[in-house]
């Protein structure tokens, strides 16, 4: 069992790597660059000169890894190395030293001119081999006491160690760490938290400009919302402040309200906010796990008595109408089941009644059930019909039990196993999978948010949730057939030939 789950995280780490590769060259090649610009908010009112334009853009094309950028500034800083005189000024010497330190420095670097103040800047087009090596190589982001370098703050101690914290109690508290808090607990799931080892997805642009997409799909969404936080300080009082969130922000930045919360000079200033909504994880997990639960709620007693009554009246009329269910586009059964909906008083879209009434998850939870149970009832069906002839079925009939004993005591048990084995992956595909239903209801869930990323060409927020998720993929298969074990201890789990 061992070697086949070595196997198999094997093989998912290079199914993740496969995907999220091809995934990453199909839309940082083929998907034009300059239209990441038609969404951004910002552009026109960032571009008002052509100097203005070329810098904004390429400032960005550098945050989106597309190219490496030097404004005037940051070059004539680097060149400096070369001649200490080197000023940003537009002369002759000056020209000559660019191009000498852009030829030093190698790489494909080029020398450019601002259109009108006629300053040098210069530009290296990352290839996309490049590209995605930075992407993998800053996936995984350790925090540690050596993280923080500010020259500002030169006496910042650095350790990690635990302490009874006055704001939040017992924690790894870490100093030098990017975090403030590494290993922490409270009320809210998974009531264990921690940010020693986390993913960097990367940055979204331009719909949430200048989140960690992490961030995006996993915090609060709505309007802020005020609790009772205490503060290192010593002050408790309503504040929209996540005390958990501190990172790191020099003394010198911070401002009155930061050192009236926080005590002047305290480096870990810098917090998110608590937002009145759940996170587009949570709503989408609120309403997978609901569908999840219908579609077994219904499908499995309908599959089990198709298969008890097989070529029966309603064997024969449940197949029918199974068979019509799965022919039917998806949308017609959304907006069928959306304008009975509405027609019984349930909203037809999310925002309607907004996140904290019940009856805006109903529907969208409701379908996403209603979809999958045609499928439940056509597997399980097949499942019990391939066991009524097994030895064990044959050998209760000859004990005497009635059919209905063997159908409840016998048939629903073995043809649970391999139902248990989709499960988590039934889970997820509702998850991950609703991005029409989500559409649809405008439901602020990861399955609308990547159907708004390819719109918006986020291609960052894009290749993330890919990766999120093929990750999360891989891990119901191999989730599931764990649970296949659990629930029947005779299945040994082995690499094909080897032992059992």
């Known amino acids: 069992m061992k070697k086949y789950i070595g196997m198999r995280v094997l093989r998912s780490f290079?199914?993740?790597?496969?995907?999220?590769?091809?995934t990453y060259g199909i839309i940082y090649?083929?998907?034009?660059?300059h239209l990441i610009f038609k969404q951004d908010p910002n552009y026109n009112k960032m571009v008002t000169t052509p100097d203005k334009r070329i810098n904004y853009e390429s400032l960005i094309y550098s945050k989106m890894s597309?190219?490496?950028?030097?404004?005037s500034k940051d070059l004539q800083k680097k060149a400096s190395k070369i001649d200490s005189e080197v000023t940003t000024a537009v002369t002759t010497k000056n020209k000559k030293i660019y191009q000498k330190y852009i030829k030093s420095i190698g790489r494909n670097w080029q020398l450019y001119q601002f259109p009108e103040s006629k300053k040098f800047y210069a530009v290296r087009d990352i290839p996309l081999y490049e590209r995605v090596?930075?992407?993998?190589?800053?996936?995984?982001v350790i925090d540690h006491p050596w993280k923080i370098k500010d020259s500002s703050n030169p006496n910042l101690k650095r350790y990690v160690r635990f302490e009874n914290d006055p704001a939040i109690g017992p924690a790894l508290v870490g100093?030098?760490?990017?975090?403030?808090?590494?290993?922490y607990f409270n009320s809210s799931f998974p009531y264990i938290h921690q940010n020693i080892i986390t993913m960097n997805l990367g940055i979204s642009y331009p719909s949430y400009a200048n989140l960690p997409i992490l961030q995006v799909i996993g915090q609060g969404q709505g309007k802020t919302e005020a609790r009772e936080v205490t503060f290192p300080t010593g002050k408790t009082k309503?504040?929209?402040?996540d005390i958990y969130s501190r990172t790191y922000k020099s003394p010198k930045k911070a401002d009155a309200m930061a050192i009236d919360n926080f005590g002047k000079g305290d480096a870990y200033t810098a917090t998110r906010n608590h937002y009145s909504d759940p996170s587009m994880v949570s709503n989408s997990v609120r309403i997978g796990i609901i569908g999840v639960i219908i579609s077994y709620a219904f499908g499995l007693p309908i599959g089990l008595l198709m298969a008890r009554f097989k070529n029966g009246f309603f064997d024969r009329f449940s197949t029918g109408v199974t068979t019509f269910l799965l022919a039917l586009p998806s949308i017609a059964i959304i907006y069928a089941i959306r304008f009975i909906g509405s027609a019984l008083g349930l909203p037809d879209s999310f925002p309607a009644l907004g996140a904290h009434d019940w009856r805006s998850y109903a529907l969208p939870a409701f379908i996403l059930g209603f979809l999958s149970i045609p499928g439940t009832v056509v597997w399980f069906r097949r499942y019990v019909v391939d066991l009524q002839n097994s030895d064990f079925v044959r050998f209760a009939r000859a004990k005497g039990l009635s059919e209905n004993e063997i159908s409840r005591k016998h048939l629903f048990k073995q043809a649970m196993v391999p139902v248990v084995n989709g499960i988590p992956e039934a889970i997820l595909g509702t998850i991950v999978g609703a991005t029409l239903t989500e559409t649809i209801f405008a439901f602020p869930g990861m399955g609308k948010m990547l159907i708004d990323s390819i719109k918006a060409t986020n291609n960052a927020m894009v290749v993330g949730l890919v990766f999120l998720?093929?990750?999360?993929?891989?891990?119901?298969?191999?989730l599931g057939d764990l649970l296949m074990v659990i629930l029947d201890p005779r299945i040994k789990l082995a690499s094909k030939g080897g032992k059992r």
């Open 29 to 33: 090649s083929l998907v034009p660059r």
């Open 14 to 22: 290079i199914s993740i790597f496969l995907v999220t590769t091809v």
């Open 238 to 241: 309503m504040s929209s402040i």
């Open 175 to 183: 100093s030098g760490t990017e975090h403030k808090y590494l290993l």
């Open 66 to 71: 597309y190219i490496d950028y030097m404004d």
């Open 133 to 140: 090596f930075r992407f993998y190589s800053h996936l995984i």
């Open 469 to 478: 998720f093929t990750s999360l993929s891989v891990i119901s298969l191999l």
